[in-house]
Nanobody, 127 residues
Framework: QVQLVESGGGLVQAGGSLRLACAASERTFGSYGMAWFRQAPGKEREFVAAIRWSGGRTYFSDPVKGRFAISGDNAKNTVYLQIDNLKPEDTAVYYC????????????????????WGQGTQVTVSS
């Protein structure tokens, strides 16, 4: 069973930066790409960013565009999320996920496309 392990979360002040990392326990399993989702207290899980291995295309949700960057290594099934200019509303548990289904190009933000999930890392932004 493939496991994804996130790291890099923490408590930061508004305006600060963090770099989250996610590594797979097995580096050779096949995936179409990887993504980050987040879930704030009392809210549903939401898509944050994704990277498609083929062509390296990246996708971002509107609230994080211009502040977040995603990168990764296909061969190692690792993915990173650089978060700059953090805001209190970014406070959430951040989950990485590996995309194991590819039903449609535009379903990168759909949780059911992702077959493997990490346990999450907490990001807390103080004002």
């Amino acid at each position: 069973q493939v496991q994804l392990v996130e790291s890099g979360g923490g408590l930061v002040q508004a305006g600060g930066s963090l770099r989250l990392a996610c590594a797979a326990s097995e580096r050779t399993f096949g995936s179409y790409g990887m993504a980050w989702f987040r879930q704030a207290p009392g809210k549903e899980r939401e898509f944050v960013a994704a990277i498609r291995w083929s062509g390296g295309r990246t996708y971002f949700s509107d609230p994080v565009k211009g502040r977040f960057a995603i990168s990764g290594d296909n061969a190692k099934n690792t993915v990173y999320l650089q978060i700059d200019n953090l805001k209190p509303e970014d406070t959430a548990v951040y989950y990485c996920a590996a995309r194991t289904r590819y039903s449609d190009e535009n379903r990168y933000a759909t949780g059911s496309e992702y077959g493997y999930w990490g346990q999450g890392t907490q990001v807390t932004v103080s004002s």
